[in-house]
């Protein structure tokens, strides 16, 4: 049978899929992974060799299922993955890998060995990730090594902070990044090194890799920051990803850019690196006349080496296993299949780690480097012949491309036409920067003025990567932003694909290419907006911060704030929120509101209005001086229209009515102390229900909407100020008198939603919801009871009007 690996792979990946989805019990896996093997055996053994092989065959299929469900029993049985606490521990373990940092914070993985607590000593064993700021004090925590112990006090974070309808698993997020836990510190003070880890054998080897690490990540820090800051320059940041992996010092600006050019995939170090990275050894070794099979054999301990140098990343591993069978088989046998070669190193790597298969890189680099061996060719042969290989880079290319396209629309949210054209020069680039970074960084030890001709040639080259990065800025009506495709218009894509290069006919060929375009077409245009049937209302879990979503009877859907985290590079935008939006089947935003310029509430939005069409804008003023609030202004289409809200203005959208409260025109001012009280409130009617959002108002503002509004009942409120000791008084208590009250706060805040003003709505019989213990909130009005859905709980209650009651 040809290509006997890359079909028991495929079984394999398969058996995998069916074990995350099927729920069997490892028992039940094991006994038809056995009674399929028995069978297989039988035939072989009665000379029906064809029967023989499909039972083993379908073993394979059932060993991916049994697999998967062990290993992910085994790290949901981890001590450290069920341990609960929130107060501060003291643990001691192995660091795994060497740290690395961000901009503000620097990143330790640990192999926990116990946890202490008052009074109590537990052996505990897991794998932790350690976060703590980046201070001065914490350089010191930079040349830790693989193997060395360390004793560290730390709390441990919730499996997941913030939990929305759309969510994904957060068990299974932490499984994915091979940890069992995060952990946060405070301070570096806290961390201390108790033993330097052994230096015997392999490990030694690894620790050697390691220590030259730090020294190559020591000399690009020293050669590519500023004078002044002591900040690594974007043209560094982007070095350490390419050179040794670290893609965390990458800032989300460049990042961005990146992404809309379709060249965010070159930063992971994959199979096109490693690429580049053995040609340039092999053509070393020739150069000193040694044979091919020689250069061949002696790649592939260098190979491992650059594995342990690079820390057996994920995407290494992954290129570097892919390479080594290649050149073994090189070795052994004249001819390799590179589909056989590709199936094995996926059997390999699934063995290992099964939950792997649904990693992003996991399938980005088999999808790329399996759609490059079926259509290189046949792209090749339709391209006319250009200089310096021109024609087989746009082969590859465009192939890789293809491949992978409905892969990062599912994972990323984006599709870019515009890196066909980029990635021909990008690739050649990133090349040219590898090679000369690793000469670079060898020959660090060379006179100054040697050396600093060597980092001027990087910077430049570098910097033009960058630049190149900028020109989808220009032609960006290529790059979109889209929902997750359907499953069924991922195999309409490829079925169609295949069928433009497997269709002999040319009729066929070009009802196959038209069939390929208009799903391209709608993969680019879903989902088409479905119409709401009634009102629903979403308060969004954006941790410290809020955002709520309205969905209006019909299409027209408004989203209140974006949330967003001060001092954080987390986009709550980005991550949170539009994941979400795309979730509801949402690309357009009818009215986009903003309640007042502080960060926790319009961060979010800077996001949200590049990966959205705005129709409209609503704020109480333009004219607030903060830099980041005026670069959400600038960032919002020309085809937006803009709006001052303030009181008295009324709106009627398909059957709602929408009222503003406050405040009034004379009281906008862009004092920052008056922010909050200055915050747009909102009253939405829709019959017979009510709902009032009065953002971030304190007591004053409270009781003057007390004493000027007749009617401030509401059935729905939104707990002002996030449920802050500030608000949520009596007298406006008393005056809404509201059914439900949602306060939007983050988990590691003790004091929002405050104890006394969550006593006082329980006092008043009000049923009082906070986002850290119950996720998103969705409330859906009915002609006869109320709707309400949280997403931690999943459960659905219903409240029936006249007199309330569930």
Same mark, same amino acid.
């Given at each position: 049978?040809?290509?006997?690996? @890359?079909?028991?792979?495929?079984?394999?990946?398969?058996?995998?899929?069916?074990?995350?989805?099927?729920?069997? %019990?490892?028992?039940?896996?094991?006994?038809?992974?056995?009674?399929?093997?028995?069978?297989?055996?039988?035939?072989?053994?009665?000379?029906?060799?064809?029967?023989?092989?499909? /039972?083993?065959?379908?073993?394979?299929?059932?060993?991916?299922?049994?697999?998967?469900?062990?290993?992910?029993?085994?790290?949901?049985?981890?001590?450290?993955?069920?341990?609960?606490?929130?107060?501060?521990? %003291?643990?001691?373990?192995?660091?795994?890998?060497?740290?690395?940092?961000?901009?503000?914070?620097?990143?330790?993985?640990?192999?926990?060995?116990?946890?202490?607590?008052?009074?109590?000593?537990?052996?505990?064993?897991?794998?932790?990730?350690?976060?703590?700021?980046?201070?001065?004090?914490?350089?010191?925590?930079?040349?830790?090594?693989?193997?060395?112990?360390?004793?560290?006090?730390?709390?441990?974070?919730?499996?997941?902070?913030?939990?929305?309808?759309?969510?994904? %698993?957060?068990?299974?997020?932490?499984?994915?990044?091979?940890?069992?836990?995060?952990?946060?510190?405070?301070?570096?003070?806290?961390?201390?090194?108790?033993?330097?880890?052994?230096?015997?054998?392999?490990?030694?080897? $690894?620790?050697? =890799?390691?220590?030259?690490?730090?020294?190559?990540? &020591?000399?690009?820090?020293?050669?590519? #920051?500023?004078?002044?800051?002591?900040?690594?320059?974007?043209?560094?940041?982007?070095?350490? =990803?390419?050179?040794?992996?670290?893609?965390?010092?990458?800032?989300?600006?460049?990042?961005?850019?990146?992404?809309?050019?379709?060249?965010?995939?070159?930063?992971?170090?994959?199979?096109? !690196?490693? =690429?580049?990275?053995?040609?340039?050894?092999?053509?070393?070794?020739?150069?000193?006349?040694?044979? *091919?099979?020689?250069?061949?054999?002696?790649?592939?301990?260098?190979?491992? /080496?650059?594995?342990?140098?690079?820390?057996?990343?994920?995407?290494?591993?992954?290129? =570097?296993?892919?390479?080594?069978?290649?050149?073994?088989?090189?070795?052994?046998?004249?001819?390799?299949?590179?589909?056989?070669?590709?199936?094995?190193?996926?059997?390999?790597?699934?063995?290992?780690?099964?939950?792997?298969?649904?990693?992003?890189? /996991?399938?980005?680099?088999?999808?790329?480097?399996?759609?490059?061996?079926?259509? +290189?060719?046949?792209?090749?042969?339709?391209?006319?012949?250009?200089?310096?290989?021109?024609?087989?880079?746009?082969?590859?290319?465009?192939?890789?491309?293809?491949?992978?396209?409905?892969?990062?629309? !599912?994972?990323?949210?984006?599709?870019?036409?515009?890196? +066909?054209?980029?990635?021909?020069?990008?690739?050649?680039?990133?090349?040219?920067?590898?090679?000369?970074?690793?000469?670079?960084?060898?020959?660090?030890?060379?006179?100054?003025?040697?050396?600093?001709?060597?980092?001027?040639?990087? #910077?430049?080259?570098?910097?033009?990567?960058?630049?190149?990065?900028?020109?989808?800025?220009?032609?960006?009506?290529?790059?979109?932003?889209?929902?997750?495709?359907?499953?069924?218009?991922?195999?309409?894509?490829?079925?169609?694909?295949?069928?433009?290069?497997?269709?002999?006919?040319?009729?066929?060929?070009?009802?196959?290419?038209?069939?390929?375009?208009?799903?391209?077409?709608?993969?680019?245009?879903?989902?088409?907006?479905?119409?709401?049937?009634?009102? $629903?209302?979403?308060?969004?879990?954006?941790?410290?911060?809020?955002?709520?979503?309205?969905?209006?009877?019909?299409?027209? &859907?408004?989203?209140?704030?974006?949330?967003?985290?001060?001092?954080?590079?987390?986009?709550?935008?980005?991550?949170?929120?539009?994941?979400?939006?795309?979730?509801?089947?949402?690309?357009?935003?009818?009215?986009?509101?903003?309640?007042?310029?502080?960060?926790?509430?319009?961060?979010?939005?800077?996001?949200?209005?590049?990966?959205?069409?705005?129709?409209?804008?609503?704020?109480?003023?333009?004219?607030?001086?903060?830099?980041?609030?005026?670069?959400?202004?600038?960032?919002?289409?020309?085809?937006?229209?803009?709006?001052?809200?303030?009181?008295?203005?009324? @709106?009627?959208?398909?059957?709602?009515?929408?009222?503003?409260?406050?405040?009034?025109?004379?009281?906008?001012?862009?004092?920052?102390?008056?922010?909050?009280?200055?915050?747009?409130?909102?009253?939405?009617?829709?019959?017979?229900?009510?709902?009032?959002?009065?953002?971030?108002?304190? &007591?004053?503002?409270?009781?003057?909407?007390?004493?000027?509004?007749?009617?401030?009942?509401?059935?729905?409120?939104?707990?002002?100020?996030?449920?802050?000791?500030?608000?949520? !008084?009596?007298?406006?208590?008393?005056?809404?008198?509201?059914?439900?009250?949602?306060?939007?706060?983050?988990?590691?805040?003790?004091?929002?939603?405050?104890?006394?003003?969550?006593?006082?709505?329980?006092? *008043?019989?009000?049923?009082?919801?906070?986002?850290?213990?119950?996720?998103?909130?969705?409330?859906?009005?009915? &002609?006869?009871?109320?709707?309400?859905?949280?997403?931690?709980?999943?459960?659905?209650?219903?409240?029936?009007?006249?007199?309330?009651?569930?």
């Amino acid at each position: 049978m040809k290509r006997p690996l @890359f079909w028991l792979s495929i079984l394999l990946v398969l058996g995998i899929i069916a074990g995350r989805y099927l729920h069997l %019990d490892v028992n039940h896996w094991f006994l038809l992974f056995c009674g399929l093997l028995f069978l297989a055996w039988f035939f072989f053994f009665l000379a029906s060799n064809k029967l023989s092989l499909f /039972f083993l065959f379908l073993s394979s299929l059932t060993l991916g299922g049994g697999l998967f469900t062990y290993h992910q029993n085994d790290f949901q049985s981890s001590p450290l993955f069920r341990f609960s606490g929130e107060d501060y521990l %003291d643990f001691r373990g192995k660091i795994l890998q060497t740290p690395t940092k961000s901009s503000r914070f620097v990143n330790l993985k640990v192999q926990v060995k116990s946890l202490s607590m008052p009074h109590t000593h537990q052996n505990v064993q897991g794998r932790l990730k350690l976060t703590l700021p980046c201070t001065a004090d914490a350089r010191r925590l930079e040349l830790l090594l693989p193997g060395d112990e360390i004793e560290f006090g730390a709390r441990l974070l919730p499996h997941q902070s913030m939990v929305n309808f759309s969510s994904p %698993d957060p068990y299974f997020l932490l499984q994915l990044q091979g940890i069992h836990r995060r952990a946060f510190t405070k301070s570096s003070i806290l961390v201390r090194v108790v033993e330097q880890g052994n230096q015997k054998h392999f490990f030694h080897l $690894r620790r050697l =890799a390691s220590s030259l690490r730090v020294r190559a990540r &020591k000399v690009i820090e020293e050669n590519f #920051s500023t004078a002044h800051q002591n900040r690594l320059r974007p043209a560094g940041a982007i070095l350490l =990803a390419l050179l040794l992996g670290e893609r965390e010092q990458v800032s989300p600006e460049q990042v961005r850019q990146l992404q809309e050019a379709g060249l965010f995939h070159l930063l992971a170090i994959s199979g096109a !690196h490693l =690429a580049i990275i053995t040609y340039f050894l092999f053509l070393f070794f020739r150069l000193f006349g040694l044979p *091919k099979r020689v250069c061949l054999a002696l790649l592939i301990p260098l190979i491992v /080496f650059f594995v342990l140098f690079i820390e057996e990343r994920p995407s290494v591993l992954r290129a =570097a296993t892919m390479t080594i069978l290649f050149l073994s088989g090189k070795l052994i046998w004249k001819n390799t299949d590179l589909r056989n070669t590709l199936g094995a190193s996926a059997f390999f790597l699934l063995l290992r780690n099964p939950s792997s298969l649904f990693n992003p890189g /996991f399938q980005l680099t088999f999808g790329a480097t399996l759609s490059i061996i079926i259509f +290189f060719s046949p792209l090749r042969k339709h391209l006319p012949s250009l200089p310096w290989r021109i024609s087989d880079l746009l082969a590859l290319t465009g192939a890789a491309q293809l491949g992978v396209l409905p892969i990062l629309a !599912h994972h990323f949210h984006r599709l870019t036409l515009i890196g +066909f054209l980029l990635n021909l020069p990008a690739v050649p680039l990133v090349g040219i920067i590898m090679g000369l970074g690793y000469l670079t960084l060898l020959l660090s030890f060379l006179p100054h003025f040697i050396h600093q001709g060597l980092v001027y040639s990087l #910077s430049l080259i570098t910097n033009i990567f960058i630049n190149l990065a900028h020109t989808s800025q220009i032609i960006d009506f290529l790059t979109w932003r889209c929902p997750s495709p359907s499953g069924l218009i991922s195999l309409s894509y490829y079925i169609f694909l295949g069928a433009i290069f497997l269709c002999r006919p040319k009729k066929l060929r070009v009802i196959a290419i038209l069939l390929f375009l208009i799903t391209l077409f709608v993969m680019i245009n879903y989902p088409f907006s479905s119409p709401s049937p009634t009102l $629903r209302v979403t308060f969004l879990d954006v941790g410290q911060g809020q955002s709520i979503l309205v969905e209006f009877p019909g299409r027209q &859907k408004m989203l209140i704030d974006g949330g967003g985290l001060i001092g954080s590079q987390y986009d709550i935008g980005e991550n949170v929120i539009s994941p979400f939006l795309w979730h509801q089947r949402i690309k357009t935003i009818d009215y986009l509101v903003l309640t007042h310029a502080h960060p926790d509430h319009f961060l979010g939005l800077l996001s949200v209005v590049q990966n959205f069409k705005i129709k409209n804008f609503w704020t109480v003023s333009y004219s607030f001086p903060d830099p980041l609030f005026q670069k959400l202004i600038n960032l919002l289409s020309s085809r937006t229209k803009r709006a001052r809200l303030f009181k008295g203005k009324e @709106f009627r959208i398909n059957g709602v009515g929408l009222r503003v409260l406050s405040p009034s025109l004379a009281e906008i001012t862009d004092n920052p102390r008056t922010l909050n009280d200055t915050s747009l409130v909102l009253r939405l009617t829709y019959s017979p229900v009510s709902l009032l959002f009065p953002a971030d108002i304190t &007591k004053a503002s409270e009781a003057k909407l007390v004493m000027e509004e007749a009617n401030l009942a509401a059935d729905i409120l939104q707990a002002p100020h996030h449920g802050s000791r500030t608000s949520s !008084h009596e007298e406006f208590l008393t005056a809404v008198n509201p059914i439900i009250a949602v306060a939007s706060a983050g988990s590691n805040s003790p004091f929002l939603p405050h104890p006394e003003v969550k006593k006082r709505y329980h006092q *008043k019989g009000i049923i009082f919801l906070a986002t850290p213990q119950t996720g998103a909130v969705e409330i859906t009005v009915f &002609k006869e009871y109320l709707s309400l859905r949280t997403a931690k709980s999943k459960e659905t209650y219903r409240l029936v009007y006249a007199p309330w009651s569930w």
